[in-house]
């Protein structure tokens, strides 16, 4: 049973939520209040409360987020929701930083808020845990070289290990990984999502691609391209986890589009890998990204940098690209292309064909501080289904 407490002045908006969440069967309303300060008079029945809805919309938000810090601080199993009807970054931000779980803007809308809900519902009733590592390669502007880094990476990763990697195809619009491994997915991806929840081990292990006589696994959308469309951000969701439950490592190649689907497969991943280059649009595109992780909420330590075709004496140097972003680089990929291309049109990956190569060595070296990194303590920062709406929307 989840129980709620709901603190709005908005006699609409708490009428909403009474008709709405009474449908739930799982859900208890607990108490109805006016103001979020309120809630203290539980005292030590805090305990008992998993969600909290709270208006944000007044003059005194400063006060109120300031008892959010507050009663996070003390009661760790609160779960806060925030709603408004002001929409401004500053606020959003502020809020998120609190230590707010969602943010959602009134009139509230029925399937936004129901798939809020439902997901900090699954989460609190989900008790199951796993070690799986995921990692997702992202770069907002194509041909930088992100999916050939996801390729090599994961092929090291599962060859020093020996623990099942799954290599995810998630660039609805490429059939890099495919091509790059020269391989061919066995079974229409349809058929696999349909079967991903309910297929034991063994089954779903056979559905996929696997990589000659390693443990790397592939599962790519290479026959649809119209897959972009057809699956949403929960589709998404539900394929990452449901392959946490097999595999050891996960590695995610996006797309380079900035939309609900990109920013679910964020919230999913322990780590993701920023490409970037040496060059003037590469440090624009990157001061984006930064822009928006930073509006997200993400710490440095869920962003790694990774410069990549990395050459020594370029006009444009490493200090350059940190001190326009403000963000350290964690790791170089060397320009070599010879070597790159040569595995490519063999259909294998740099470390079979030049494992003495610096390139390879590159690729091994991101890898064994992967498997070595404890993701546990990596600050984590849930997607809010909201967020990216809002901030979309300041922007117009």
């Known amino acids: 049973m989840i129980n709620l407490v709901i603190a709005d002045k908005f006699q609409n908006t708490k009428d909403f939520l009474i008709s709405y969440l009474k449908k739930s069967e799982d859900i208890k309303i607990l108490k109805i209040y006016d103001e979020l300060n309120s809630i203290v008079e539980l005292k030590e029945n805090l305990k008992k409360i998993d969600i909290v809805i709270f208006d944000i919309s007044s003059d005194n938000s400063e006060e ?31 809020t998120l930083k609190a230590g707010v ?171 993701i890998l920023l490409i970037g280059m040496l060059n003037i649009t590469s440090i624009r595109n990157l001061q984006k990204c930064y822009e928006l992780f930073d509006n997200i909420g993400y710490k440095d330590d869920k962003i790694k940098l990774v410069i990549n075709r990395f050459i020594e004496n370029s006009e444009i140097t490493t200090k350059d690209i940190e001190k326009a972003t403000g963000k350290e680089i964690s790791y170089k990929i060397p320009n070599n292309y010879l070597t790159l291309i040569d595995a490519i049109n063999i259909g294998k990956t740099v470390g079979e064909v030049n494992p003495q190569s610096n390139i390879a060595k590159a690729y091994n070296n991101i890898a064994q501080e992967i498997i070595n990194t404890d993701f ?16 979309r929307r300041m922007g117009e």
């Open 101 to 271: 779980r969602e943010f959602l803007l009134k009139p509230l809308i029925p399937n936004i808020f129901d798939a809020t809900i439902k997901k900090i519902r699954d989460e609190k009733n989900n008790i199951k845990t796993n070690n799986s590592k995921t990692v997702c390669f992202f770069s907002n502007k194509g041909g930088i070289g992100k999916t050939s880094a996801a390729v090599n990476i994961s092929y090291e990763i599962a060859r020093r290990t020996q623990e099942k990697t799954c290599l995810l195809d998630l660039n609805f619009n490429s059939e890099d990984v495919c091509t790059f491994l020269n391989i061919k997915p066995k079974f229409n991806i349809d058929f696999i999502l349909n079967n991903i929840e309910t297929s034991d081990e063994k089954l779903l292990l056979s559905l996929l691609c696997k990589y000659q006589n390693t443990d790397l696994y592939i599962l790519s959308p290479q026959d649809d391209f119209n897959l972009g469309l057809k699956y949403t951000p929960a589709t998404v969701a539900k394929i990452i986890n449901s392959l946490k439950n097999i595999f050891s490592y996960i590695i995610i190649d996006t797309s380079s589009t900035i939309n609900e689907t990109t920013l679910t497969i964020f919230s999913n991943s322990d780590l």
């Open 64 to 94: 109120i987020l300031l008892t959010v810090k507050k009663l996070k601080e003390k009661y760790e199993n609160l779960t806060f929701l925030a709603v408004s009807y002001e929409i401004n970054s500053e606020l959003v931000t502020k």
């Open 376 to 391: 546990l303590n990596i600050t984590k920062k849930p997607y809010n289904h909201g967020v990216f709406n809002l901030l």
